[in-house]
């Protein structure tokens, strides 16, 4: 059980790295008082699952999630 | 009426200057509109300065440019301006809005508690894409404008004479658009790279306190 929770937050967190590297490198994201980051920065944070590179995961999933929820549609 | 309007706004990291730079449009509004703006920017956006006004002109509006956390917002420096449990007081009777990260969690609440009419701000952090080239020309850069268009539309809103409640609606209608703008088959594919954080920031964008306010 342990072992496949590892293996889904590996894959999350490549699915996350491949979206990121759809971003162009002439941008920067700033998160708050974190700081302002590349996307390079950003993947390599996202590999280390640091607090940073947990917050990018939490700011994809949750736009896939919206995806899913149609949140985008009017109401 | 006391048609005076508060706003702090320093530029002393690279996320800071596009907010003092895209917060300028504000200011050109409320002038428009012939409110009186107390314009805390630079160096004047300490909590000396801060107090001194509030306590002396009583602004109803309030508009924060900074970084924050839960329980509080910054100026200059990232020194604080208003803490929980500190000085929430300062901003009794005023509809605030904090451009700036998590600070409706805790700070929010605890203003309305102690009198603050609405609050509005997020209760996550605000992220902005930029592009680097335009770091020294702010306001040409439209990848920051489709996050601090929507944003300000908040503070612009109130000053047209909108409700707080109705305020952020629109904001949120504005993020909205712009995300659907980007996935339109003409934009660019990498531009549609900013939707999830714009989304982000829709999502985690709130108002405290009584909807119906207004100036």
Redo the contacts between chains.
Sequence with gaps: MVESKDALDEEIRQLVIE?LK???S?????????G?F?VEQLIDRVSKNDKIGR?VID??M??LR?LKTG??VDE | MNNSFLITRSRH???MN?LFYWAGKVIEEAEKRNFNVIDLNGEKANVGDFTGRMKKIKPRLIFFNG???SGLVTGYD?KILVKVNQNEELLKNCIVYAL???SAEKLGESCIKKGTTSYLGYND?????????KITRPLEDK?AGLFLDPSNLVVISILKGNTSGQSLKKSKEEF?RN??KL?TSDSL??D??????L??DM?HQVCLGDQTARI
């Design positions: 979206r759809a971003t162009p002439d941008k920067k994201i700033s998160i708050g008082g974190d302002d590349t917050k700011v994809q949750s736009y919206a949140v985008l | 990291d690279e996320a596009y970084h924050g956390d990232d700036s990260c998590r952090d605000f992220i902005l894409v930029f592009e680097k080239d990848t909205k995300v659907k996935l594919q990498e549609k790279s900013s939707i999830p954080w989304i982000w999502n």
